[in-house]
């Protein structure tokens, strides 16, 4: 395994983040014990040490369960969430170190960051999150984003350690521009010193038809980047170290390799409140005849999001 420094966050982290999507209630869905013991694969089979959740995955006990099986040292974990003011970033930290068993985080990120204007509407949070990086509570602060403006907010908003940003040869997924300016933007911020794990390397899994070509192009554009890939089973992980890591991953292993698609699935019981529409960044989704609906599955990139706004628990990626 390569393993690289965050930024100057001194955190040091393998070259494959482990993205816990996947294994959360709005896909896998995975019992704690299974995630566990596919994480624990991870770092003992592969040395992969880095793990990114979410408040919103709502699988902090996949964690838990992890450190019955190894060493809180033996990872770095990476949460996100959508805390705005003292009192929601106070709730969300206690929420993760309660809920996780540790008594540190390594990164707490603001999630889905759009513009250094959304993240001035976080600062009173984000000033909280200092504090506790102070008393060593917190190692490092940063955002996750799918904009163009998001990375390079970066730039106005001294705090931050670590940004999380899409990128993939397509471009599949960044809101307001195009790859070459994500690029450009992420090569600005990895050359302040900003600790970088990029996010969507499959696009949602619309590359995994191109996927040595995908992982090439993030070899090729960001040699030294992390990068954040969601797994579901230890052959995925095999795989993607294979891929990322070893490169021994050849074009002709991958015509033989059957890549299980996934799609956003939108139960009937829906009752129509369009939240979930007004959520989508990506424009995937619409209301017909007073239910929702996926209007093009080749533009959702499964960030959940809208699984968040559902108070009907109504979408899933299967
Ligand atoms: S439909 Fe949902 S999962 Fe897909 S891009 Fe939109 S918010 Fe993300
Ligand atoms: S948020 Fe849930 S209930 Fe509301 S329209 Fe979307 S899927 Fe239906």
Not at 17 to 44: D, H, M, P, V, W
Not at 179 to 195: C, V, Y
Request: glycine fraction near 8%.
């Amino acid at each position: 395994m390569q393993f690289t420094e965050l930024g100057t966050t001194g955190i040091r982290v393998s070259k494959i983040c482990f993205g816990s999507l996947t294994t959360s209630r709005l896909q896998k869905n995975f019992s704690a014990e299974e995630a566990a013991e596919l994480f624990a694969y991870a770092i003992k089979e592969h040395q992969i040490n880095f793990f990114d959740t979410a408040e919103l995955y709502g699988n902090y006990a996949h964690f838990r369960a992890l450190l019955n099986r190894v060493k809180r040292r033996e990872f770095v974990l990476s949460t996100k969430c959508y805390a705005y003011d003292r009192k929601t970033a106070q709730e969300s930290l206690e929420r993760a170190l309660t809920e996780v068993g540790t008594d540190y985080l390594d990164l707490m990120m603001l999630h889905e960051q759009e513009s250094e204007h959304t993240l001035r509407g976080h600062r009173e949070a984000i000033a909280y999150f200092l504090e506790q990086k102070q008393k060593g509570v917190i190692r490092g602060i940063g955002y996750s984003t799918h904009f163009v403006r998001g990375v390079k907010a970066a730039s106005t908003i001294p705090s931050m350690d670590v940004i999380h940003p899409l990128i993939n040869r397509r471009g599949i997924g960044i809101v307001d521009g195009e790859r070459m300016e994500m690029e450009e933007a992420i090569h600005e911020q990895i050359a302040r010193g900003i600790g970088c794990y990029l996010m969507k390397p499959l696009g949602g899994g619309h590359l995994l038809k191109e996927y040595p070509q995908a992982i090439s192009y993030l070899h090729e554009e960001f040699p030294d980047a992390v990068i954040a890939i969601g797994m579901q089973s230890k052959t995925e992980v095999d795989l993607n170290v294979r891929s990322i890591v070893d490169r021994t991953w050849t074009q002709s292993e991958q015509e033989r390799f059957h890549f299980q698609e996934k799609k956003l699935k939108i139960a009937d019981w829906c009752v129509g409140c369009g939240h979930c529409v007004e959520a989508c960044q990506q424009n995937a989704l619409g209301l017909r005849d007073g239910k929702a609906v996926v209007l093009d599955q080749s533009l959702c990139v499964r960030c959940g999001y809208c699984a968040k706004a559902c108070k009907e628990f109504c979408i899933k990626v299967v």
